[in-house]
């Protein structure tokens, strides 16, 4: 049977007029929500465009089917709601009562549960989000806010509540939802971490803005004073320096957290330069350094700058926290497949509550401790970052009163056969 294609476009044609008609009011909804979120445009319009695209083309249908010539049958109306269940984006429609006219798929996906027909205030428990739905079905205008789920998990939503006028298929609002638990969560981050590095900055600079003043004061004519005082500064200067190539190399290495260190180096080597660079540190504090490493080379892949990082901290912390309380024993190890790194002190170690914040940055356990010890509580985050650039792994064991032991792995480049 001979297909007339302009019959399929001008059915096409015809449809997307009446579905366009339809479903305006959810659309433009959609594309409001669009326009202001600024996030991800491109896939929310594709969504409705395809979207758009599926239910008009499964209208069309019967056409195709049709006699050419002949009158086609009027398909069955696809409705506002085929294009709401049809969307990508989590969508609820409400009625004028606050009951859900229906919720679609992806929002029924996001919720982990089946929602249409019940009170909104059954679906979700957050005052914000109810009382904007309140708002709106008064007649208010259209609202955006984030707000907190705790069912099926903890989550932060982001809600759009877009009055639709008129009433669409006995809906009064659409409530566009989208998870921004992860954008939060970064947020969060990233302004504790802000919060904390002005912290630790101001703390050296308040000390060395009352040392001026006292120099320029009161210790004006006092060389003695003088002399103990700038050396307060130099102290407190050479901190700042510490905490600021900190926090550049901890940038630098996250920056580049995926890409894994291509050249090959002798990890042993890598050790004895590490072990090198902290002999003066463990002389000053009377710390023992006990090494046991292999005569062969050890082949791993990596940044030998950074493994040397590595090692320098695991080892200094030994020589800060556990230096006088007997040797610390650095050793390396060949397995099938790794490299393992061990530094291990005698000191006295950490607690079990403790061990899994130790590499988050600023984490001290006494941060009381921290003039006396020196440290910019960067120093275990920093190996962590390297390592798991370096595709390896940290395993930290203590008991309080009998030491701590930091275990480094790393992917050996042609592993030793047995
Ligand atoms: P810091 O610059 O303060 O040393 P780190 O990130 O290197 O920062 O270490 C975080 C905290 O872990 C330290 O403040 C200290 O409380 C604890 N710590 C690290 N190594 C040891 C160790 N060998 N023995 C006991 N505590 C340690």
Redesign the pocket.
């Known amino acids: 049977m001979a297909i007339d294609p302009s019959h399929d476009a001008d059915a096409r044609a015809v449809w997307t007029a009446r579905l366009l008609d339809l479903s305006f009011p959810v659309v433009g909804a959609l594309a409001a929500t669009v326009l202001t979120s600024g996030t991800a445009p491109i896939v929310v319009i594709g969504g409705v465009a395809g979207a758009l695209v599926r239910v008009v083309w499964s209208g069309a249908t019967p056409l195709r089917k049709g006699a050419a010539k002949a009158v086609p049958a009027v398909p069955r109306r696809a409705s506002a709601l085929d294009l709401a269940a049809a969307l990508p984006v989590p969508l609820i429609l409400i009625d004028g009562a606050g009951r859900v006219r229906m919720a679609n798929p992806a929002a029924e996906t996001l919720l982990q549960r089946r929602v249409s027909g019940q009170d909104i205030s059954l679906v979700f428990r957050s005052p914000s989000l109810l009382s904007a739905v309140e708002e709106a079905l008064r007649g208010g205008p259209e609202t955006r806010f984030d707000f907190r789920v705790h069912r099926p998990r903890e989550m932060i939503l982001s809600a759009t509540i877009t009055p639709l006028t008129p009433d669409t298929e006995g809906a009064r609002l659409a409530l566009v939802l989208r998870d921004v638990s992860d954008r939060s969560l970064v947020a969060e981050a990233r302004s504790d971490f802000v919060a904390n590095a002005s912290h630790e900055l101001r703390t050296p600079l308040a000390a060395i803005s009352g040392l001026v003043e006292t120099l320029q004061g009161p210790a004006r004519d006092d060389p003695a004073a003088q002399e103990r005082f700038l050396g307060m500064i130099a102290k407190q200067t050479t901190r700042m320096t510490r905490l600021v190539n900190d926090l550049l190399s901890l940038s630098r290495i996250e920056a580049d957290e995926n890409i894994l260190p291509g050249s090959e180096q002798n990890l042993a080597d890598i050790l004895r330069d590490a072990l090198a660079a902290v002999r003066p540190l463990a002389e000053e504090g009377g710390a023992h350094l006990d090494v046991a490493l292999p005569d062969t080379a050890v082949a791993v892949r990596g940044s030998r700058h950074e493994l040397t990082q590595v090692f320098i ?1 695991l080892i200094e ?2 020589i ?3 230096g006088a309380s007997g040797p610390i024993h650095v050793s390396a190890q060949i397995t099938d497949t790794d490299a393992v790194v061990t530094v291990a ?1 005698s ?4 607690e079990a509550e ?1 061990i899994p914040r ?2 988050e940055r600023f ?4 941060p009381e ?2 003039n006396a ?1 020196s ?7 920093i ?1 962590k970052h390297i390592i798991n650039r370096h595709r390896g792994g940290l395993e930290i064991t ?1 008991k309080p009163e009998a030491g ?1 032991v ?1 275990t480094v792995s790393l992917p050996l480049i042609a592993p030793e056969p047995r």
Do not use: E
């Open positions: 901290n912390n030994a800060k926290y556990a002190d000191g006295p170690g950490i403790h130790l590499t984490f001290r356990v006494d401790d921290r010890k440290g910019t509580g960067l120093g275990l985050a190996v203590s701590a930091f």
